[in-house]
């Protein structure tokens, strides 16, 4: 993806060819505009559109103005945060996605955007810079994989883009933060719209090695044969039922000291949940090429992380496989013994991110001994149905890492929402024939699932987030999101601090 070269210039001069103007209700200038006192034309241009009721700085709404004054910038775009003293973190975000939206099939090559406001009160420069940098790159992202045939790409012609705020490390930073997170989206994006007839876990693997060899990350593929003989019998019967080979993929950042203990992100990977023998009902069911957003998230994390080089070691965890029915496939009532010698009846074939993901869990606190694992799966239908598809459940072994998790959701506005754990979930998962059932019933099961995971955490500090309702996007926008890739890296970078 094309990057977008980001600056900082308080000083409004004509060099630029576009200028993004934020603009209140009733046409008021907010006080990020004061430098406009140099440009009287552009200001009255503004008054004069509101008194004519062309723009009135309603929330999202944006007017493009071309050779706006004699002073000659060549486009104005006007773009409204509607009232100032009703402005959310939401209302702020859509505004500037319209705005990035209005830019994008113009010639606006060099921009100066103004739309750096400290409002709500709570938000820092810094904050807005970030938010920009990051909604104006991924403006750019594109699904152009081959098999879209005469789909016509984008080709942003959008260079550089400056802020009118001081160049201070932070605001540098931030900027540098939003676009690795746009960055970041794009790889899990693309990875997750990928079907699955591209999109298998050798690709994500390949994936992973690209990406470690661009970055300098260690990488290391464990493949069926040696998982079977490592005695990942879960994660395995989960496999049994494809001929596409499964893979663990491993991948390990190491930014910080080399004594310390890394932070471990384990994704799920299933590149197809037809449910297997406990099979999924046809509507939608292309969707289920989703089921590997934890692992693109895991991707996309990386490749933000390589891009900003923070000071913090990090692993990635992926197990990835199809689950499908077939002659060989596991079957309701079929019990299978977990690396970690847990043996697991298995009632439904369908809760089969949790079967992959305890042995993942197992083998990355075996061989990386990490101080933190969060966790990322599209793992339950429940956590839509509890939470909706505005925020990622969140459920954590140690309150102030939820706490942490919970904040950096809040930072990016990729938010989590906590949910409980308690024993008596846990009993839910009873079985008689097993040390544990794969299923807990039909009530709390974002948490029932959560709980089998917890059984396989010893004595770390873990987070798990369900992303089944954020992952992506259903209907006539149908797409992959990015998410959680802005929280996770955040996340991330505040542990550092
Ligand atoms: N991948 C699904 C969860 C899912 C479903 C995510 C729909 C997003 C949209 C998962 O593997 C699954 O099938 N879970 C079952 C669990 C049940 C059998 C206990 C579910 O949610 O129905
Ligand atoms: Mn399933
Ligand atoms: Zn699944």
């Given at each position: 993806m094309k990057r977008i070269s980001f600056r900082f210039d308080t000083t409004y001069n004509s060099d630029y060819d576009s200028l993004i103007i934020p603009v209140f209700a009733d046409g008021q200038l907010p006080q990020a505009c004061a430098?406009?006192?140099?440009?009287?034309?552009?200001?009255?241009?503004?008054?004069?559109?509101?008194?004519s009721a062309d723009f009135t700085g309603g929330s999202g709404k944006t007017l493009m103005v071309m050779q706006p004054s004699s002073a000659s910038i060549k486009r104005l775009l006007l773009v409204?945060?509607?009232?100032?003293?009703?402005?959310?973190?939401?209302?702020?975000?859509?505004?500037?996605?319209?705005a990035a939206g209005a830019l994008e099939n113009t010639g606006a090559i060099d921009v100066l955007n103004a739309c750096v406001l400290v409002q709500p009160a709570e938000r820092s420069s810094d904050w807005a810079v970030r938010h920009n940098a990051q909604v104006f790159q991924q403006n750019f992202y594109d699904y152009a994989h081959e098999s879209r045939g005469e789909h016509k790409n984008k080709e942003p012609k959008l260079e550089s883009m400056a802020f009118t705020v001081e160049a201070t490390p932070t605001a540098t930073f931030a900027a540098q933060q939003g676009q690795a997170s746009a960055l970041g989206m794009a790889v899990t994006q693309d990875l997750a719209n990928m079907p699955s007839n591209f999109c298998t876990p050798a690709y994500l693997a390949e994936t992973a090695i690209e990406l470690g060899k661009t970055?300098?990350?260690?990488?290391?593929?464990?493949?069926?044969?040696?998982?079977?003989?490592?005695?990942?019998?879960s994660f395995m019967s989960?496999?049994?039922?494809?001929?596409?080979?499964?893979?663990?993929?491993?991948?390990?950042?190491?930014?910080?000291?080399?004594?310390?203990?890394?932070?471990?992100?384990?994704?799920?990977?299933?590149?197809?949940?037809?449910?297997?023998i406990s099979l999924k009902p046809g509507a939608s069911m292309d969707e289920m090429k989703y089921d590997m957003g934890g692992a693109a998230t895991v991707l996309g994390v990386f490749k933000a992380l390589g891009e900003l080089k923070p000071n913090?070691?990090?692993?990635?965890?992926?197990?990835?496989?199809?689950?499908?029915?077939?002659?060989?496939?596991?079957?309701?009532?079929?019990?299978?013994?977990?690396?970690?010698?847990?043996?697991?009846?298995?009632l439904n074939t369908?809760?089969?991110?949790?079967?992959?993901?305890?042995?993942?869990?197992?083998?990355?606190?075996?061989?990386?001994?990490?101080?933190?694992?969060?966790?990322?799966?599209?793992?339950?239908?429940?956590?839509?149905?509890?939470l909706g598809k505005h925020v990622s459940g969140l459920l954590a072994n140690n309150q102030p890492m939820a706490d942490a998790l919970?904040?950096?959701?809040?930072?990016?506005y990729d938010r989590f929402w906590q949910l409980p754990l308690g024993e008596e979930w846990d009993e839910q998962l009873k079985s008689n024939f097993a040390d544990m059932a794969n299923i807990g019933g039909p009530a709390g099961g974002t948490i029932t699932a959560a709980q089998f995971l917890a059984r396989f955490v010893k004595d770390v500090d873990w987070a798990h987030l369900d992303i089944a309702g954020t992952a992506w996007v259903s209907g006539d926008k149908k797409g992959a999101t990015g998410r959680p890739v802005p929280a996770v890296l955040q996340y991330l970078l505040n542990e550092i601090k």
């Amino acid at each position: 993806m094309k990057r977008i070269s980001f600056r900082f210039d308080t000083t409004y001069n004509s060099d630029y060819d576009s200028l993004i103007i934020p603009v209140f209700a009733d046409g008021q200038l907010p006080q990020a505009c004061a430098f406009l006192d140099t440009d009287s034309e552009l200001a009255n241009l503004v008054k004069d559109l509101n008194d004519s009721a062309d723009f009135t700085g309603g929330s999202g709404k944006t007017l493009m103005v071309m050779q706006p004054s004699s002073a000659s910038i060549k486009r104005l775009l006007l773009v409204g945060f509607g009232k100032e003293e009703s402005l959310t973190a939401k209302s702020y975000l859509e505004a500037i996605k319209s705005a990035a939206g209005a830019l994008e099939n113009t010639g606006a090559i060099d921009v100066l955007n103004a739309c750096v406001l400290v409002q709500p009160a709570e938000r820092s420069s810094d904050w807005a810079v970030r938010h920009n940098a990051q909604v104006f790159q991924q403006n750019f992202y594109d699904y152009a994989h081959e098999s879209r045939g005469e789909h016509k790409n984008k080709e942003p012609k959008l260079e550089s883009m400056a802020f009118t705020v001081e160049a201070t490390p932070t605001a540098t930073f931030a900027a540098q933060q939003g676009q690795a997170s746009a960055l970041g989206m794009a790889v899990t994006q693309d990875l997750a719209n990928m079907p699955s007839n591209f999109c298998t876990p050798a690709y994500l693997a390949e994936t992973a090695i690209e990406l470690g060899k661009t970055y300098g990350f260690e990488t290391h593929i464990l493949e069926r044969a040696e998982m079977i003989e490592m005695g990942m019998g879960s994660f395995m019967s989960v496999a049994q039922g494809t001929d596409t080979p499964p893979k663990m993929i491993c991948l390990s950042y190491k930014g910080g000291a080399a004594d310390k203990a890394p932070i471990a992100l384990v994704g799920k990977g299933v590149t197809f949940d037809t449910g297997g023998i406990s099979l999924k009902p046809g509507a939608s069911m292309d969707e289920m090429k989703y089921d590997m957003g934890g692992a693109a998230t895991v991707l996309g994390v990386f490749k933000a992380l390589g891009e900003l080089k923070p000071n913090i070691n990090v692993v990635g965890v992926i197990p990835s496989t199809e689950n499908m029915p077939a002659g060989n496939a596991i079957k309701p009532g079929d019990v299978v013994t977990s690396l970690s010698g847990l043996t697991i009846e298995i009632l439904n074939t369908d809760a089969e991110g949790r079967l992959i993901l305890c042995d993942a869990l197992t083998y990355a606190q075996q061989t990386y001994k990490p101080a933190k694992i969060v966790d990322m799966a599209t793992l339950t239908g429940a956590c839509i149905v509890a939470l909706g598809k505005h925020v990622s459940g969140l459920l954590a072994n140690n309150q102030p890492m939820a706490d942490a998790l919970l904040a950096a959701g809040e930072e990016t506005y990729d938010r989590f929402w906590q949910l409980p754990l308690g024993e008596e979930w846990d009993e839910q998962l009873k079985s008689n024939f097993a040390d544990m059932a794969n299923i807990g019933g039909p009530a709390g099961g974002t948490i029932t699932a959560a709980q089998f995971l917890a059984r396989f955490v010893k004595d770390v500090d873990w987070a798990h987030l369900d992303i089944a309702g954020t992952a992506w996007v259903s209907g006539d926008k149908k797409g992959a999101t990015g998410r959680p890739v802005p929280a996770v890296l955040q996340y991330l970078l505040n542990e550092i601090k």
